[in-house]
């Protein structure tokens, strides 16, 4: 039961702390009078964060043959970051945290059926059935309920 609990309850976390960033993005964005300016310092905090996280599980540095190995396209991960904290800090104002999110989650489970389908970028490939698509489906159905 602690199996699937502590996953679910971690996964429900992660997206509090989702709403919790966006927030407090948007407000440093208005202190500051600047995106760009909010998102960088939302990174650098992150990068810190990061930084203390390595050096407390002393995880060693990887090696270049490993680095070698990697898809060009294996390291654009923050990047896409970069884009989803960018497009938060301006849209959150403007939408605000729950019409925001929603139309995240929309985004995200069509994203995420479509990769499962075809198994793009490395995952297990899991074909998309009636219950898939009538959960985004439902889920899209709340994204209209919230913007109301």
């Not at 976390?13 to 208005?30: C, D, H, K, T, Y």
């Not at 760009?36 to 992150?46: K, P």
């Not at 960018?86 to 059926?113: C, E, K, R």
């Not at 009636?130 to 913007?147: D, E, F, K, Y």
Request: with cysteine; proline share 4%; net charge positive.
């Amino acid at each position: 039961m602690l199996q699937v609990l502590l996953p679910a309850f971690l996964a429900v976390a992660a997206g509090v702390s989702i709403v919790i960033q966006q927030a407090l993005n948007a407000n440093l964005r208005a202190a500051l009078n600047s995106a760009a300016w909010a998102g960088f310092m939302s990174y650098a905090v992150g990068v810190a964060c990061m930084v203390t996280v390595v050096m407390a599980l002393r995880d060693p540095l990887p090696s270049a043959a490993v680095a070698r190995t990697i898809p060009w396209w294996g390291w654009s991960g923050g990047m896409f970051g970069a884009i989803f904290v960018g497009l938060a800090i301006y849209l959150v104002p403007q939408l605000g945290a729950a019409t925001f999110l929603a139309f995240l989650v929309s985004g995200q489970m069509l994203a995420s059926v479509t990769f499962d389908h075809f198994g793009w970028l490395g995952l297990a490939q899991r074909p998309v059935d009636l219950a898939r698509l009538a959960g985004v489906a439902l889920l899209i159905g709340g994204v209209v309920l919230i913007r109301r």
